[in-house]
Structures are given as structure tokens and as C-alpha cells.
């Protein structure tokens, strides 16, 4: 990993920018996998098997550990660097008492800025083409891409896009799901769409009938901005 001590962030570049181009090992493993492999061994377990073991894929393949203290290294110096200058927030000195949304959203900033929680916000709202919109968003990854300023100022929208964790439009029933640097998506057959968190592993149910799980709360955002707003936090501890 490269030093850390100026304001740019830095430039990966081997294994470290191999493994940050993937979410999970699993999806590292998928990548080294062909087609003509699926079509004889017909079995995804049994391909990824293969490829960490060696028989299949390009070039010499990194062991789940390795894999894993890479993802722990980068995710160590990217806190550091948040957490050694803090921005201002984009929240600051701004009157949100009259935006439910928005209120909750500031309380939680500083918070989501420094990794001690990971809030994940579900939207449900029509665009402006009169489709409605649902999905789910990684309120970090929204605040480090966005000019969240302008969000807290009423002057733009949160309004998922294909982007976020997931998307889906009702109208055209288009839909995607993509996991984040903090979240990875899981899709269940009957528990719908999971989440886990990267640093801890934690799942977090976004099912309203059921436990959003360990260490996480659900919050109903009662709003006018919004036809539906729910808040889930969760409360990021490091994996033993």
C-alpha cells in the first residue's frame, strides 16, 4: 500500500488494484471463470474450486487470505484517510427542521463519514417522467460521490439510480443490483435482497416483517419529500 500522508488518494496498482476492482473473493474467483468452463462443469461451486485451487484461470490466483488481508489493508488506509482531515459537513449550519429526511440525514453524517455507522436509505418515489423508482442506497458512498451540499439544500434529489445497491423501475421493470465498498449485495430466493456489511459481515434484513439483524436498527422517515423513506443503521464493528 502507498503512503498516505498527501490529499490525493492513492494510485493502485497490482494485486491491490486486482483486488479492489472486486467486491468479494467470490466475485474474484467468477471473473477467472469462462464460459466453456461453465458449459462442461455445468456447477459455479465446483468452477470456483477449480480456479482457486489452480486448474482454472490466467496467471498465478491470490488465496482467499491473501485476498481478505489485502481488502483489510486498503479498508484500514482509506479510514485513515478520512479520519485524519475531516471535511466540513456538508450538513453544517443549515436549518433541516422542516425535512424529516434530510434532519435524520445530518444527525447521522459525521457518524457515516467516519465509518462508525453505515446507514443504508430506502427510497420509494416517482421520477420525473412519472415512473416510480425504488431502491436502495449506501448513504456513504453517496456522501464521498455526491455533492451531498446541494442534497441538504434542497437543490437535489436521493432518488436511487443504477448506481446504488439496488435499483428498480416499476414501469419499464427495469432493475440492477451493485455492491458498494461497504455493502455487498445478496440475493435470496425467499428472503429477498440482503445485505452484508465488508468490514464485519454482518447481514442486515430489509424485510419490514422480519429482524434487520445484529447490531442494526430500521427507522420509518415519516416525510412529505418522499412517498417512502426508511433509514437502516447499523452499527460497523471490526470482524474478529
Not at 466453456?36 to 468452477?47: F, I, R
Not at 479510514?79 to 433541516?96: E, H
Amino acid at each position: 500500500m502507498e503512503d498516505v500522508s498527501d490529499d490525493k488518494p492513492p494510485v493502485l496498482t497490482g494485486l491491490d488494484a486486482i483486488v479492489n476492482s472486486f467486491a468479494t473473493y467470490e466475485d474474484y474467483l467468477d471473473n477467472q471463470v469462462t464460459p466453456v468452463d461453465m458449459y462442461y462443469l455445468e456447477n459455479e461451486q465446483m468452477a470456483r474450486q477449480l480456479v482457486e485451487l489452480g486448474y482454472r484461470g490466467e496467471g498465478e490466483i491470490l488465496r482467499r487470505e491473501e485476498f481478505d488481508a489485502r481488502k483489510e489493508a486498503m479498508y484500514v488506509v482509506s479510514r485513515s484517510r478520512a479520519n485524519k482531515k475531516p471535511k466540513k459537513l456538508a450538513s453544517a449550519g443549515k436549518d433541516l427542521s422542516k425535512t424529516p429526511l434530510l434532519k435524520a440525514l445530518a444527525q447521522r453524517e459525521e457518524a457515516v463519514r467516519t465509518g462508525k455507522l453505515a446507514t443504508i436509505i430506502y427510497v420509494r418515489d416517482f421520477n420525473k417522467k412519472g415512473h416510480e423508482i425504488s431502491g436502495y442506497v449506501d448513504y456513504a458512498q453517496r456522501l464521498r460521490r455526491t455533492d451531498f451540499e446541494a442534497v441538504f439544500d434542497g437543490k437535489k434529489n436521493i432518488m436511487p439510480t443504477v448506481n446504488d445497491l439496488s435499483y428498480f423501475n416499476w414501469e419499464t421493470m427495469n432493475s440492477k443490483v451493485t455492491s458498494s465498498e461497504n455493502w455487498i449485495v445478496l440475493t435470496d430466493d425467499e428472503r429477498g435482497v440482503l445485505f452484508k456489511h465488508a468490514r464485519d459481515g454482518k447481514i442486515v434484513d430489509v424485510d419490514p416483517e422480519a429482524k434487520p439483524g445484529d447490531n442494526t436498527a430500521r427507522f420509518d422517515i415519516k416525510t412529505d419529500e418522499y412517498h417512502h423513506v426508511v433509514l437502516y443503521d447499523h452499527i460497523t464493528r471490526r470482524r474478529k
